[in-house]
């Protein structure tokens, strides 16, 4: 690795599920990476591998306070995921999108990075327009219960807009598409992984509403490859560009099939309906594939084959990297 192409690469939130993979892959491409995460979902497990790599630095912290560091590149993607993590505190999960994003822009600014944001389908809300464009303006209620993520989100995304229009800053936006993977955690509440982990332990599966709404479902190093190639792609394509899944499916599907592919002797159980869930969600990606080349590789049965064998080692006490594929 020549000296120049080598570069210094802060990711907030990489202590998280996507976060960790990110570092593994930047690292792997001989890049300098520096982790900030205040560990609220995240954990030391799941970097513990990479620790002892000279390359790698992990730093505790919170993103919406200031951060004076010295970086080329910045992934932002500190942010609780699941519904039952971003609910917890959802004042807090403003702050951390808003704040930190304002943070992390201001970072950048000072010098002059280029800079990513892991914005969400959820900016769409509960969409009226199916499949969903990055053209579509989206459908969420202010005020509800995933508003703190929703809104936060999309006031991240107003922010890193207005730091481009405003100092010309070399901005990228992804709007991420349900991932799952190893490393989710198995008690986050996230459907594929509570379904995987009821499964495993033949507990009934717990399906909420009558399990006709759809969700599109990318494995996370499809996802990884996205992101990467959105941040590696021209100054002049900034997003917002959605990156998931196409393949839609039902969560009654999603649970027969995870119930089958487990051999699991669970049932399905029904539970209600959270409020503001969306009924629908699967992303157009013309935009992902026309400029960045990207589409997802790997199918869902194939996704959760790696994800339950993940899951199968880590209930059973067995090391979990092995089982990565
Ligand atoms: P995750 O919960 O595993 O990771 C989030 C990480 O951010 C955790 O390590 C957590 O400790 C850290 N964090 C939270 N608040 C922080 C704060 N204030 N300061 C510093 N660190 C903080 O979730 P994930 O699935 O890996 O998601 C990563 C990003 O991708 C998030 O921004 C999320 O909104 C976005 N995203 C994920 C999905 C998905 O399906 N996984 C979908 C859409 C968007
Ligand atoms: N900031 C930061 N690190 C930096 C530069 C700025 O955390 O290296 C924070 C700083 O706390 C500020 C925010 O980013 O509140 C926005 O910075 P900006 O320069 O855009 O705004 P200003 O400092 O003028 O409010
Ligand atoms: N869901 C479910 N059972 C669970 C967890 C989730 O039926 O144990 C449903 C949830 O109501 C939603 C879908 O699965 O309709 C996806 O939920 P998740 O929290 O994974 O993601 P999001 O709703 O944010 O897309």
Request: hydrophobic share 35%.
């Amino acid at each position: 690795m020549k000296f120049k192409t080598r570069k210094r690469v802060l990711i907030t939130g990489g202590a998280g599920f996507l976060g960790s993979h990110l570092s593994e892959r930047m690292l792997a491409a001989g890049h300098d990476v520096l982790v900030v995460d205040n560990f609220y979902t995240g954990s030391k497990d799941n970097i513990i591998s990479l620790l002892d790599n000279p390359h790698f630095e992990l730093m505790r912290h919170d993103v919406t306070m200031p951060l004076y560091v010295e970086v080329d590149e910045i992934f932002n993607l500190a942010c609780p995921a699941s519904p039952i993590h971003y609910q917890h505190n959802p004042v807090q999960t403003t702050k951390t999108s808003v704040h930190g994003a304002i943070n992390m822009l201001g970072l950048a600014k000072r010098v002059q990075a280029k800079i990513l944001q892991a914005s969400t389908s959820e900016v769409y809300g509960d969409p009226d327009v199916h499949p969903q464009p990055e053209s579509y303006w989206g459908r969420v209620n202010c005020n509800g219960i995933r508003a703190c993520y929703d809104e936060g989100k999309r006031c991240a995304e107003t922010l890193f807009f207005d730091y481009w229009r405003q100092y010309k800053l070399r901005i990228k936006v992804i709007r991420i598409f349900n991932t799952y993977g190893p490393r989710m955690h198995p008690n986050d509440g996230r459907v594929v992984s509570n379904f995987i982990v009821q499964a495993l332990q033949n507990d009934d599966l717990t399906l909420y509403g009558d399990g006709s709404q759809t969700r599109s479902f990318c494995y996370c190093d499809d996802l990884i490859e996205g992101m990467i190639r959105m941040m590696d792609s021209p100054d002049d394509f900034i997003g917002p560009v959605n990156i998931g899944n196409p393949g839609e499916f039902t969560i009654r599907e999603l649970a027969e099939k995870i119930i089958a592919l487990t051999g699991s002797r669970s049932k399905i159980i029904y539970r209600p309906l959270p409020q503001d869930d969306p009924r629908q969600r699967r992303p157009d990606i013309t935009l992902a594939r026309e400029r960045l080349g990207w589409q997802p590789s790997i199918s869902l049965d194939e996704g959760l084959k790696r994800t339950i064998a993940y899951f199968d080692a880590l209930l059973s006490g067995r090391p979990t990297d092995s089982a990565r594929a």
